[in-house]
C-alpha cells in the first residue's frame, strides 16, 4: 500500500484530508498521513500549525522525507495558503502576483518550493487563498453541519456569483473566506 503524508497549515486541512481525501485515497491503495506543519522550535520544542521561518517549514519536511527514504511507495505534498506565506518562501522575491490572475504565481511558488525541497516524491500545493475558499464551492453543504441556515446560504451564494471563481474571493483581513463565512454563520 501506498502512503501519502500532507503537512497542512492547520487542523482545517488536517480534516479535509481524513474526511474527504481519506476514503478516496484508500479505494486506490493509498493511506494518508497528515502532519501539522512546524513553525518554529525552541530549547527542541516544535511548535505545529501555521508558517513561521520558510527555514522550520524545510527542516521539518526534508526530515521526514529523510526518515522514509528506504521506502519506495510513499510520496508528499503540502496543503497551505498562499496567502500569509513567509518573505523568505523559496520564489517569493522573484514573482509579482497579478491580482486578476494569480495563478501564475501560485505555480511559479509551487515549482520554487519543489524545486527547493529537492525530492522528487515531494509535490506541493499551494491554495491560491486560504483552505475555506474551496468551503464555497458548494454553499447548500453547510446546511449538513448548520440548521436553519437558509438565509447565511444565500448570503454565501450572494458572494460566490461576485467572483469569476470561489479562489479569487478577497483574502483580505476583514474580508477573507473565513472572515466573510464567520460573518454569515458565527459558531
Known sequence: MKELYVFCEGPTEQGFCKQVLEAHLLQLHCCIRTIKIAHSRRHGIIDRGGIGKYETLRFDIQSTIKSRKRHPGVFFTAMIDLYGLPGDFPGKSNHVRNPQNPRPFCEALEQAFADDIGDA??????????????LYADPDAFSVSFDDCDQAIAGLKIIVAEFPDVERINDGQTTAPSKRIIGLLPA
Do not use: A, G, I, V
Open 121 to 134: 516524491r515531494f509535490m506541493p500545493h499551494l491554495q491560491l487563498h486560504e483552505f475555506e475558499t474551496l
